[in-house]
């Protein structure tokens, strides 16, 4: 069982450019994909950014590369700089891991999640 413990969310002003952390225990977390996606209620949950232990990422391209994903594997943490937020991308982020490559953005593929992180983005 590989947990995921998400951290760096909040209230935040429009334009500010926080960072959310993924970090994990697991001793081979460096193999996994891991995943951001992002929620919002009554909606699905939407996928922002990938990492593959080889460092290739892919992002969402809706959100205009305001986003940037990285992963520290001796700390074993994966992380989600967010630039220029606006009130629109208030929403639960959560990160995911998987053992494998491709399909990332399938909701459905990924193993472990953790509890998710609110960011609330103030006009």
């Known amino acids: 069982q590989v947990r995921l413990v998400e951290s760096g969310g909040g209230l935040v002003q429009a334009g500010d450019s926080p960072t959310l952390a993924c970090a994990s225990s697991e001793r081979t977390f460096g193999m996994y994909a891991v995943t951001w996606f992002r929620q919002v209620p009554g909606k699905d949950r939407e996928f922002v950014a990938a990492?593959?232990?080889?460092?290739?990422?892919y992002y969402n391209g809706d959100h205009a590369g305001r986003f940037i994903i990285s992963r520290d594997k001796d700390t074993k943490t994966v992380y989600l700089q967010m630039n220029s937020l606006s009130p629109d991308d208030t929403a639960v982020y959560y990160c995911?891991?998987?053992?494998?490559?491709?399909?990332?953005?399938?909701?459905?593929?990924?193993?472990?999640w953790g509890q998710g992180t609110q960011v609330t983005v103030t006009s």
């Open positions: 990492i593959w232990r080889s460092g290739s990422v």
């Open positions: 995911a891991a998987k053992s494998s490559w491709g399909n990332y953005d399938y909701v459905g593929g990924y193993e472990y």
